[in-house]
């Protein structure tokens, strides 16, 4: 199994709305991360979990708030956001963060924010 | 900071090779040199990853100058399934192991 799963593929939230993205793979991989991509854009990193501890947060709003509850799974809740943070937002794994190792990414979630 | 620039797009037939070249003139000697690619869609797919060695895999050869100023990703048949955007990266311990992306080719096949 070499799959990244991303839940839901799409979601549509209001800005008062609270709501999870979630990201689940079973390659035994010991880093984890989400990125934001806007259209016609290449993916932006927002964190980095190495071994279910947060290593990176590229400075990225409170209202977006991660959380690996296992080394299988990653979240990423969703509250009060804005217009502008519509975006496909990408998960991907990796065996652990190095500079050879190779990222697996799922399919994403595109949000809109109303 | 470490970046890299690619054409903004390219066309090749079906079933001819592909050169999609990538400068990147600041990468310091221990940046890794990777490529994805993302198919409409889908999330990126990793191709090759390389040091200064050329290398070779299934899915594509990766030609790396001598000075590591720039770089070649060659696909050796191309076919529909190819086209996507190809994204020239640069990883290692200057951008924390994370992928600096590129702002990425367009690969357009034409039948």
């Known amino acids: 199994d070499t799959e990244v799963t991303q839940t839901p593929k799409h979601l549509v939230m209001g800005m008062t709305n609270k709501k999870s993205l979630k990201c689940e793979q079973h390659?035994?991989?010991?880093?984890m991360y989400w990125y934001k991509q806007k259209a016609k854009k290449p993916p932006e990193l927002m964190f980095v979990?190495?071994?279910?501890?947060?290593?990176i947060n590229e400075s990225v709003p409170s209202r977006f708030s991660p959380e690996c509850p296992n080394s299988s799974l990653l979240n990423l809740h969703l509250h009060a956001l804005q217009p502008e943070d519509s975006a496909l937002y990408l998960c991907?794994?990796?065996?652990?963060?190095?500079?050879?190792?190779?990222?697996?990414f799922g399919s994403g979630t595109q949000l809109s924010v109303l | 900071d470490a970046k890299t620039t690619q054409p903004n797009s390219m066309e090749s037939n079906e079933e001819e090779p592909v050169h999609l070249p990538c400068n990147h003139s600041?990468?310091?000697?221990?940046?890794?040199i990777h490529w994805y690619r993302q198919l409409p869609s889908q999330g990126p797919e990793y191709v090759i990853h390389?040091?200064?060695?050329?290398v070779n895999n299934r899915m594509a050869s990766l030609a790396i100058a001598e000075d590591r100023k720039s770089s070649t990703l060659i696909l050796h048949r191309a076919t529909l399934r190819d086209a996507a955007v190809y994204y020239c990266?640069?990883?290692?311990?200057?951008?924390?192991?994370?992928?600096?992306w590129g702002a990425g080719t367009k690969l357009i096949i034409k039948p």
């Open positions: 991907a794994s990796s065996h652990r963060v190095d500079d050879k190792e190779k990222l697996f």
């Open positions: 390659m035994g991989h010991r880093a």
């Open positions: 979990y190495s071994y279910e501890k947060l290593s």
């Open positions: 600041t990468i310091s000697g221990t940046d890794y």
């Open positions: 390389g040091l200064t060695s050329n």
């Open positions: 990266i640069l990883k290692g311990r200057r951008s924390n192991y994370q992928l600096i």
